[in-house]
């Protein structure tokens, strides 16, 4: 996870609950132990720390997904 989101939150929760999380320059990598090879759902909970848009990238393998995000008051 990279981008102006990273900084600009305070991430509550993950679910699941990752197996490693590792500080990068400009984010964190989060790593979780899957039974199976295939699509893994996580859910990010997380508090705003500043207004205004914020943008998140995130990766998997080959593929990335960025996200924008608006924060109002």
């Excluded at 590792?22 to 759902?41: C, H, K, T, W, Y």
């Excluded at 990766?59 to 608006?70: E, K, P, Y």
Aim: charge should be negative; glycine fraction near 10%; proline fraction near 8%.
């Amino acid at each position: 996870m990279t981008g102006s989101w990273f900084a600009g939150t305070d991430l509550t929760t993950v679910s699941p609950t990752p197996a490693a999380e590792l500080l990068v320059p400009g984010g964190a990598v989060l790593e979780f132990d899957i039974e199976r090879p295939g699509d893994l759902e996580v859910i990010l909970h997380f508090r705003a720390k500043e207004l205004g848009p914020l943008e998140l990238t995130v990766a998997s393998g080959d593929s990335s997904l960025t996200v924008d995000q608006f924060i109002l008051p």
